[in-house]
């Protein structure tokens, strides 16, 4: 995949817009995902519901993307699109612990990191309607990492886990490399999501790692 640098070019903020419209269309299948395939998990119903509303709101997000992009003469699909978040789901499909670990609570929280700087340096460039829709789907992807964390506790509280070691466990065996500081902290705090989960899997400074030598 070529590295979006340039967001000042149409073609720069056409790759953005398409690669994070790329991300909302498989949160689409990610959310209807956790509702069939784990239906029959025990779960209760507002475990379903939940992911219902992830899907809705994902939905609106693809839809308002899509709607920026025709603004600028693009589609979605006229460019190409990597694999990650797919792949992320065919390995955690028969655990829906690691599940939830690895896509609302590293994927989509690291979603919360990022957004910000793009947010800011659209606005700077004059794209405020662009802005605005990064804007809404950050609110609302608070709300997912929060549902993530809801789930993932009450699966660690009914098979009598500890969740932050359950956390860890799981990221380090379905999570290629480390969690990348700096950390939203505000943000995954409105989440619910304590830095006792993901501060031990941050990846270390190159200062640290020769500390540690
Ligand atoms: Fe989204
Ligand atoms: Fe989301």
Redesign the pocket.
Known sequence: MPKRRNFGSLAGRTALLHALAHI?LN?IDLAWDMVARFADAGLPREFLNDWIGVAS??AH?FALLSARLADFGANYGNLPAHDGLWEAAAATAGDLLARLAIVPLVLEARGLDVTPAMTGQLDRLGDVKSAAVLRL?YE??IG?VAVGRRWFDFMCRSQALVPEQAFHDRVRKFFTGELKPPFNRAARDAAGFPASYYEPLAARTAVNRIDDC
Do not use: D, L, P, R
Request: charged residues 45%.
């Open positions: 909302e949160a709101e994902e997000h789907i609302q992807e997912h």
